[in-house]
């Protein structure tokens, strides 16, 4: 059974730092693409970044770039989203979801974790 | 960046009731869309991908349509269940792309 777990979330001030995880079982995690996504209080999805197989691929959403960095460790089956200057409108729920896809071109994402809540407020 | 629009906004209706929702893109994406479900305070579930392929252990009430611009998920025969979120998402280019969601309430 795919599980994805993810930590790390919490409340942080604005102009701060928080890194976020996401532990992953029941897939051979390598061979998946990664993805973040977020939802901010009451609000709809938003996809956040992703990553390669093998990390050699990342792309983000325009308002974190520069400041969110997306990382994986294949070897203990774990992403990462290091999150820096972070600002009130970065407060979200945030999900770690698996790509369905293998290969080099990512598709959509087959399973989701349930979700680590980042608040940014003084 | 494509934008992903959905129609209605929100829904009113009742258990039985069949249920179309759109996403419109604003540049073709081929089928490169894919449908998904959120409970309250739970994660995302997909439904559908490819625009009409039905992921597996999903009901057969849930169908996929459209191709370029135009996509439809249609719920045959709305169950208890079924009362939720539902998001589109273009996976045809970067940034990747949700709808705002339509929520499905009962009437």
């Known amino acids: 059974e795919v599980q994805l777990v993810e930590s790390g979330g919490g409340l942080v001030q604005p102009g701060g730092s928080l890194r976020l995880s996401c532990a992953a079982s029941?897939?051979?995690?390598?061979?998946?693409?990664m993805t973040w996504v977020r939802q901010a209080p009451g609000k709809g999805l938003e996809w956040v970044a992703n990553?390669?197989?093998?990390?050699?691929?990342?792309y983000y959403l325009d308002s974190v770039k520069g400041r969110f960095t997306i990382s994986r460790d294949n070897a203990k089956n774990s992403l990462f989203l290091q999150m820096n200057s972070l600002r009130a409108e970065d407060t979200a729920v945030y999900y770690c979801?698996?790509?369905?896809?293998?290969?080099?071109?990512?598709?959509?994402?087959?399973?989701w974790g349930q979700g680590t809540l980042v608040t940014v407020s003084s | 960046d494509i934008q992903m629009t959905q129609s209605p906004s929100t829904l009113s209706a009742s258990v039985g009731d069949r249920v179309t929702i759109t996403c419109r893109a604003s540049?073709?994406?081929?089928?490169?869309l894919a449908w998904y479900q959120q409970r309250p305070g739970k994660a995302p579930k997909l439904l559908i991908y490819?625009?009409?392929s039905l992921e597996s252990g999903v009901p057969s009430s849930f169908s996929g349509g459209g191709s370029g611009t135009e996509f439809t998920l249609t719920i045959s025969s709305l169950q208890p269940d079924d009362f939720a979120t539902y998001y589109c998402?273009?996976?045809?280019?970067?940034?990747?792309?949700f709808g705002q969601g339509t929520k499905v309430e009962i009437k």
């Open positions: 029941g897939f051979t995690f390598s061979s998946n693409w």
């Open positions: 979801a698996r790509d369905s896809s293998s290969s080099h071109w990512s598709l959509f994402c087959d399973y």
């Open positions: 990553i390669k197989l093998d990390g050699s691929e990342k």
């Open positions: 540049q073709s994406i081929s089928s490169w």
């Open positions: 998402q273009q996976y045809s280019d970067y940034p990747r792309t």
């Open positions: 490819e625009a009409s």
